[in-house]
């Protein structure tokens, strides 16, 4: 699902903005891995917050998206009970995931799809390439899918020789630019629209020369270039929101109308879906159809929601592919503790009320999947080592926005402690000392007397204090106090206040 | 009532005149003030890091401190801190629970049923709002995450505040975001936790108050550390000072930390 959101304007005119010599326009560039690459969460968030005018873009979009998802989820009178509902279906569906995906598999079937099984991203990518070399064509048109990015699907087409054409007007900046998404639902909400203007015409080849950054102009060469695009491609390849278990039903839902141009011209469609996405009745859309929208665009209905049911003669693709990726999943589902991770229905929601996220931007995170989401949910897939689950002052305002009411400051929680495990031989100084501190820190607060006395030691620091402040510390002290001040240490602690209180009745 | 006080081990240790001033409130309010001295932390700090095993002897000794309240010795523990309240009712359960201590697990869900956060025993326990304080002040205040989103206070805090005779409560522009403390994560991730903090002091200082007042100390500790590095004149107070202060034993304002002649907390 993707939206248009408007543009923020670093400045307006026309011609080739004079600050963007030739390659300054280049992305981050594609990864190896895109569930981890770049700079370590706190080195990559340093250098984007530098970055004034993406803190400026981000600040604007995600404000603009908050406040219209806080005015369109107001209005509805049982938006908790809908949570609930969400919550529930996931849960059943994770409860029963392989019996439901059998009954998918049949139902496609029966309809005259084929299903594939891809346990994981080359598996995935394979399966994919195949199909594709099958129908000779070295281009494809595509719908904009998060299973794809996370397999880097579009890239191991092209090892191949068939280029993959992202046709969500975002999706295709990213793609244009060699960057990649920095939001699940806005891609390129890290662009602004001067820079789009110039990516269009550095990069797309039947740009009109004298293309100016107005959004609507840029929208309609993006419009022209991709209509040539939908009517030639002989293949599209999608993701999928739902697959409806019960009647083998997929559902996409989008803003643009790519999708539905994708879903419907090309001869033969090839869905990429991680397994997670899963609902067992035709009757359980109805939840998530009223959760999606609201939770992610902040409209009530999406404009354009697309469903097929294997293969309808006559009408719309005639050959449909649908590949099941696990590429970690069951590892996930595994986990008691982090499954609902799984329970995403990849609206955005939290990314937008993150106040880290906020700040610092998708790419810092290194995965397809950035914000609050993508901090549980990178970690458990690649069952890596990781910072992201640092990432979080544990806030809470991704719990609270949740359409299907994941626990991720929990979550974040048990993954910390998962680090902290994987850490316990670690030859890292930095793990070293904080495992140090906290073994020294729990043996002072196991007991009151030991407390006690600990809780004095502060006061030394009243040697460096001036005026009330303590100004800078000696590292770590100094990681405080390079933006902040200490205040002095109280004379006496509250203990001692009290112990000194008792004695003089 | 006789009320047990967890001071939290960052008042006791930093700001014990949060502590002190509950203790001069309840009592004013004619409630019984208990202090059990075994008392160190909740655990926070360690469980929100991910070193549960470590929080294990750190919530047993919060358990054990508190469990007289299970048996009716007292009626109820105050915690002037949203997050600490917030980790005794939804996390030390869990920590005993994983380390294989199902009975104490019992044992702090008991304790846990037993404890409140400052505005949360005013208001639905001691069923008041006027306090009875003075403090001609104008004051913004800043609901912390875990006190909003954890515990859900809702507008307690503020409904106590406005009852306050003298004072003047400035609304705080997107009160509701993070001021970018989180505990380990201002050091984990000091520069975004930093560039959190420089939009929440922008905020306070909009307000043109020249108090700011919060739940925790925890919140306040960090923005006034930003408040007073960026050379505004705006105080930290805890919500418990400002109702402790009275026209008969008023707090008195000194002039702000950092700015030439240091306040002492006047009481």
Redesign the interface.
């Known amino acids: 699902m993707s939206t248009f959101l408007g543009m923020p304007a670093a400045r307006d005119g026309r011609g080739p903005s004079p600050e963007a010599a030739p390659g300054t326009l280049s992305g981050v560039g594609r990864p190896e891995d895109p569930l981890h690459w770049g700079a370590s969460f706190p080195d990559a968030a340093k250098a984007a917050l530098d970055n004034g005018q993406l803190r400026r873009n981000l600040g604007n979009a995600t404000s603009t998206i908050r406040t219209k998802r806080a005015r369109v989820v107001g209005e509805v009178p049982d938006w908790e009970p809908l949570r609930d509902a969400g919550s529930a279906v996931k849960t059943d569906v994770m409860a029963r995931l392989p019996e439901l995906l059998e009954t998918l598999e049949r139902n496609v079937t029966a309809r005259g799809g084929v299903v594939h099984w891809a346990r994981d991203a080359a598996e995935a990518n394979r399966i994919v390439a195949s199909l594709v070399r099958e129908k000779e064509t070295d281009e494809v048109v595509k719908v904009k899918s998060m299973a794809t990015q996370e397999i880097g699907l579009n890239e191991a087409l092209a090892e191949e020789g068939i280029a993959a054409v992202e046709t969500d007007l975002a999706e295709l900046i990213v793609q244009l630019a060699d960057d990649m998404p920095s939001h699940i639902l806005v891609p390129a909400i890290h662009r602004n629209r001067t820079e789009i203007r110039d990516i269009f015409l550095e990069r797309m080849a039947d740009a009109p020369p004298d293309l100016t950054d107005v959004p609507r102009e840029l929208a309609m060469a993006a419009r022209a270039h991709l209509r040539r695009k939908f009517l030639s491609a002989k293949v599209a390849i999608s993701g999928a929101n739902f697959a409806v278990a019960d009647t083998g039903t997929l559902a996409v839902v989008e803003s643009e109308g790519n999708g539905r141009m994708c879903l419907t011209l090309p001869e033969t469609l090839i869905t990429v879906m991680g397994i997670e996405k899963l609902i067992p009745t035709f009757d359980d859309l109805e939840v998530f159809l009223q959760l999606l929208p609201r939770s992610s665009t902040g409209e009530r209905m999406n404009p354009y929601t697309s469903m097929w049911t294997g293969v309808t003669p006559g009408d719309g693709p005639q050959e449909f592919h649908l590949v099941l990726l696990d590429n970690g999943r069951t590892r996930v589902l595994a986990d008691e503790a982090g499954r609902s991770a799984l329970h995403c229905i990849r609206c955005s929601a939290c990314l937008n009320v993150c106040p880290v996220y906020e700040r610092v931007g998708g790419h810092a995170y290194g995965s397809v999947y950035p914000g609050p989401i993508g901090a549980i949910l990178t970690p458990q897939l690649t069952g890596e080592k990781s910072d992201l689950p640092y990432a979080s002052t544990l806030c809470g305002a991704c719990y609270q926005v949740c359409p299907v009411k994941i626990d991720i400051p929990s979550i974040l929680v048990e993954l910390r402690a998962r680090e902290v495990s994987l850490a316990g031989s670690s030859p890292d100084t930095a793990d070293r000392v904080w495992k140090a501190a906290m073994k020294a820190a729990s043996f002072a607060m196991a007991d009151g007397a030991r407390f006690r006395r600990a809780a004095r030691a502060p006061r030394l620091l009243r040697a460096i204090s001036r005026n009330g402040v303590i100004r800078r510390l000696p590292f770590p002290g100094s990681l405080w106090t390079r933006s902040r001040d200490l205040p002095e240490p109280p004379k006496q602690t509250f203990h001692d206040w009290w112990a000194g209180r008792e004695d003089g009745r | 009532m006789r009320i047990a006080l967890a ?1 939290t ?1 960052i ?7 949060a ?2 001033a509950v203790v001069t409130l309840l009592e004013r309010l004619g409630h019984e003030v208990v ?7 909740c ?1 926070q ?8 095993a ?2 294990v ?2 919530v ?2 919060h358990v054990r ?1 508190f469990a007289p309240v299970a048996d009716g010795e007292w009626d109820a523990v105050v915690v002037p801190s949203g997050s600490c309240t917030g980790s005794i009712r ?2 030390q359960a869990m920590v005993l629970e994983r380390a294989g201590l199902p009975a104490e697990a019992r044992a702090a869900t008991a304790v846990a049923e037993r404890t409140y956060e400052l505005s949360e025993l005013l208001v639905d326990v001691l069923g008041v709002t006027d306090v009875g304080a003075w403090f001609p002040h104008r004051v913004t205040y800043h609901p912390t ?2 006190s ?3 515990l859900g206070v809702g507008d307690k805090p503020e409904r106590l505040l406005r009852a306050v005779e003298g004072l003047e409560l400035a609304p705080l522009a997107e009160a ?3 001021c ?19 939009d929440k002091v922008a905020t306070v200082v909009d307000t043109g108050a020249e108090v700011l007042t919060a739940g925790d100390w925890s919140c306040l ?2 923005i ?3 408040l ?2 960026g050379g505004t004149a705006v105080r930290p107070m805890h919500l418990a000072e400002i109702l402790a202060s009275t026209r008969e034993a008023p707090v008195v304002l000194g002039p702000p ?7 002492e907390v006047a009481r």
């Open positions: 001071a081990c008042a006791d240790a930093m700001f014990p005149q502590p002190r202090f059990p001295a075994g008392q160190a932390c655990g700090m360690h469980v929100n890091t991910g070193y549960l470590e929080a002897p750190v047993q000794n401190t939804h996390q995450c875990h909003l989103r954890m509701e975001g993070c970018g403390f989180g505990g380990t994560f201002s050091l984990k991730n000091a520069d975004t936790s930093a560039a959190m903090l420089q500790m960090h006034g550390g930003g007073s590095r930390a950092g700015s030439g002649t240091h306040q």
